[in-house]
């Protein structure tokens, strides 16, 4: 983890740092690389579902910044600014890896005691696939409103930002996105229902 966050940035030193970058200073877009390539990394991650595939878009997306800060206005916090971009750059990827997510990394994340719960850690390695094979399915819009709303636990004020759409569209895509999810579960629970010999009724 970064060892501040977008909101612990001084406004001073970011609007400062913005300055800089809109002027083309080099030095400017190390630093901006140096405070955000971790949260970047970390969306990406989660969006394509492939290491390499992130590394490529966070290359992308400050090889980008030069230009497009040009037209950061402020509304939002630099590095929402700066995720926006990887946003629309996933969006228009033309690589396979870019229609894959790899969703819910933090279960693997969390402290395991000197002696692991082994059915434990198979239960979170379930979920976690379950996840990521519903997401699969999900078109890419409705993905990235579940990376950044559930997955990452961002506001949807904060989603709107980053997917340059209202927030009512944010909320109408995580309301589709869930329905849809939840139909594929019940779908998935009646066929081994009855691959089970159980009668299912709806």
Known sequence: MLGRTAHQVPASSEQALVDRLKRGDAAALGEAYDRHHEAVRAFARRLLGNEAAAEDLVHDVFVALPDLVRRFEGRSSLRTYIVSIACNHARHAKRATARRLGALERLH?????STPDLEAAEERRQLAETMRRLLDA?????RVAVVLCVVEERTSVEASEIMGV??????T???????????MLESEARTEARAA???VRR
């Open 109 to 113: 994340a969390e402290p395991r005691d």
């Open 138 to 142: 999900l078109p890419m819009e409705q």
């Open 197 to 199: 010999g159980i009668e």
């Open 166 to 171: 209202p927030e009512a569209t944010v909320r």
């Open 173 to 183: 895509r995580l309301f589709h996105a869930r329905r849809k999810m939840r139909e």
